[in-house]
């Protein structure tokens, strides 16, 4: 059974924005690390929108930094689901579009052998959470304080009880935070 994990970069104050963090090569290798052991990543409109305006253009014209340029090559090869009542269609490379979150449709994702899947939208991280399917949450905390933004866990009603599995520091002062919800009993 694959894993669903909620992976994402944040401030010390619990802000996404991808703005106020500058992942430096040891993050970016960090994430291909964890590209490479997933099969599937899910996204929401806004952030596939904000990654596909970027990275296939890296693909196509190289930066010369080489963990940002393997990033791009792992995630323009990686299956992509995209949710959004919105968008019509998408156009990067392996993605599909759903029109809404099924819990069935992901619990049969998750059945399925293969790599762990990805969920790396802050909106779609609070449904997954909403709906149980979290298996394990990465938050890479940076050393920023953004003072406002899109908190991550702003949506999120219920209490949710979380056992640390590892934790990583690198060189930025980024600390990596792992977690499993811990089984209500």
Wanted: hydrophobic share 40%; glycine share 6%.
């Amino acid at each position: 059974m694959r894993k669903l994990i909620a992976g994402i970069n944040m401030t010390l104050d619990g802000f996404c924005d991808h703005t106020a963090i500058n992942p430096d090569d040891e993050i970016h290798e960090h994430y291909n690390g964890l590209l490479r052991n997933s099969g599937t990543l899910l996204y929401g409109r806004i952030t596939y929108q904000l990654m596909e305006s970027y990275w296939p253009s890296v693909v196509k014209n190289p930066s010369g930094n080489a963990p940002m340029d393997e990033f791009a090559l792992i995630i323009d090869n990686i299956e992509k689901i995209v949710f959004s009542r919105t968008l019509q269609h998408v156009d990067w490379n392996n993605s599909i579009l759903k029109n809404q979150v099924i819990k069935d449709e992901i619990l049969e994702l998750k059945r399925q052998t293969g790599k762990d899947m990805l969920v790396g939208s802050p909106s779609l991280i609070i449904t997954m959470i909403r709906l149980g399917l979290v298996d394990e949450f990465q938050l890479m905390v940076h050393p920023v304080v953004a003072g406002s933004g899109l908190a991550l866990f702003a949506h999120i009603d219920d209490r949710i009880e979380l056992k640390l599995l590892r934790t990583k520091t690198f060189s930025s002062g980024a600390i990596l935070l792992c977690y499993e919800p811990k089984l209500r009993e």
